[in-house]
């Protein structure tokens, strides 16, 4: 069986495990510490969910956990990928909401994304993420989720697949039609400017915007490989921020050996490059790491500066890692844990806002040896078998990695 077989299989047996992703998500909440997600931020996340078709969550979804503050509650992450059959089945299930813009633009882009021939497909490859904000304290009807391509599968240096400014260009219109704001010159330009003043083997890892906020595109520049590296970079982009905020604590990292490679966050409008800033930080080049002890170096070092609230941090530290078979409502579920990164992020002068992205992937127990749970052993994609080498490999959804 190909990779394309298997995951057709894959989201076969998860389409039947519920009707919606709330369905599934509950699920699972014996396995979420309290201390992460509980309470209004719960019921929330359940009720925003329950109108959410399965098909958003065949693979797994992921968390955007604020570790800063007490309140028990994250955003959330789900993925679609063009050509497969969970994509199929969200389009079916879109054509019953014709009222619904987000899901028209999403249907569309993914149609755009598939089409043969097109500037989009060579360059954004079959991800497509959902960001799904999730705020307790909201009432009334929910915000459209961000929308996010990610040109380059893995996120490892050296593999972007954006190799031109006219890359660039396509994915900003993309994604600025999808929203529903149309593109702009200016706005892609300066996106243009981003990728050439990217350092050397870093690359375009995720563009996308969220269309209830203010306009600008959010773009993810991965690959980085030192603080020295991501400041230079900066006063190359022209970020309008002071690089001293950070680079005590980047520096720090880098001195422990905590992270493999960073990636910034930056926003770009019509206006030029924002003062907002995220800084995500990679404990290995393996986006799928299943396993705590990379991430210490990191969570140790977040612990010094009393950054975060302790009991957030040790409830990941010690209970968000690892595989193991549940009981579900509809037969057995081998569900993964991981962290895929951490992100700290400027608010006004201060770098102090600090998140976890984290991730489930839950599929049908597969028989030792099989092709996905080798996968999973080493955390990443068989370099053999990436996209473009006439096959297609499994590509797990990443946790929201922009926000």
């Not at 633009?105 to 755009?112: F, I, N, P």
């Not at 396509?170 to 593109?183: I, K, N």
């Not at 028989?367 to 370099?383: A, I, K, Y």
Request: hydrophobic share 40%; with cysteine.
């Amino acid at each position: 069986m190909d990779i394309d077989e298997a995951r057709a299989a894959i989201e076969e047996h998860m389409l039947a495990q519920a009707d919606s992703v709330g369905e599934l998500l509950e699920q699972f909440k014996s396995r979420i510490p309290s201390a992460l997600i509980d309470g209004p931020g719960w019921d929330k996340l359940v009720e925003r969910t329950n109108g959410l078709p399965i098909s958003l969550a065949t693979s797994g979804f992921g968390f955007e956990l604020r570790l800063h503050e007490r309140e028990p509650r994250a955003d959330l992450g789900l993925a679609l990928f063009e050509g497969s059959r969970s994509a199929a089945h969200f389009e079916a299930w879109s054509r019953s909401r014709p009222e619904d813009a987000s899901t028209t633009a999403v249907v569309r882009l993914l149609g755009e994304m598939g089409r043969e021939g097109a500037a989009l497909r060579r360059i954004a490859g079959t991800k497509l993420l959902l960001e799904y904000d999730v705020d307790p304290a909201h009432h009334g009807s929910f915000p459209d989720p961000g929308i996010f391509l990610y040109p380059t599968a893995d996120a490892l240096p050296g593999a972007g697949s954006v190799q031109e400014p006219e890359d660039m260009g396509v994915l900003a219109d993309a994604v600025a039609t999808a929203t529903g704001w149309g593109p702009d010159t200016a706005e892609r330009r300066h996106a243009e400017r981003l990728f050439l003043a990217r350092p050397p083997g870093a690359q375009i890892g995720g563009v996308g915007a969220f269309p209830a906020r203010t306009r600008g595109l959010r773009l993810a520049i991965t690959g980085i490989g030192s603080t020295g590296e991501l400041t230079s970079f900066l006063e190359r982009a022209g970020w309008p921020g002071r690089t001293s905020t950070f680079t005590p604590f980047v520096s720090d990292l880098e001195a422990r050996g905590a992270f493999s490679h960073l990636a910034a966050h930056l926003d770009v409008h019509p206006g030029g490059v924002g003062p907002d800033l995220g800084v995500s930080f990679y404990a290995q080049d393996a986006q799928w790491v299943k396993d705590i002890a990379p991430w210490m170096g990191i969570i140790d070092g977040l612990r010094a500066p009393g950054l975060v609230v302790p009991e957030k941090l040790s409830a990941l530290a010690e209970s968000w890692a690892g595989m193991e078979t549940v009981f579900a409502r509809r037969g057995m579920l081998l569900l993964v844990r991981g962290i895929h990164h951490f992100k700290m992020a400027l608010v006004g002068d201060r770098f102090d806002e600090v998140k976890a992205y984290v991730f489930c992937l839950v599929s049908p127990p597969l028989p030792p040896g099989s092709g996905r749970r080798g996968e999973l052993r080493d955390g990443r994609r068989r370099r053999g078998e990436r996209e473009g080498s006439g096959r297609r490999q499994w590509n797990p959804p990443a946790a929201p990695a922009n926000d």
